[in-house]
């Protein structure tokens, strides 16, 4: 279990900061903590675990920036 801070969500996926890198075509699961991470409410409280696909990642600094996308879109 690692803690990441998501920049961007929408209902097909998300860009997220994360300490460690992740494989490219793996797959991560995401809790996204209540209340909602977005201001347009997408993501309603009480969301269950998203699975996702690490679809590209760039090293930046200390944290790795990463693409995943939603296996089932969300909202």
């Given at each position: ?24 075509n ?21 969301m ?9 990642q ?18």
């Open positions: 279990m690692e803690l990441a801070k998501t920049l961007d969500i929408s209902a097909l996926g998300a860009f997220i900061t994360s300490p460690r890198p992740l494989s490219i793996g797959y991560v699961t995401l809790t996204i903590p209540a209340p909602s991470i977005t201001s347009s409410g997408l993501v309603p409280a009480g269950p675990p998203i699975q996702a696909r690490v679809k590209r760039q090293e930046a600094g200390d944290v790795y920036l990463a693409g995943v996308e939603f296996l089932k879109p969300i909202g």
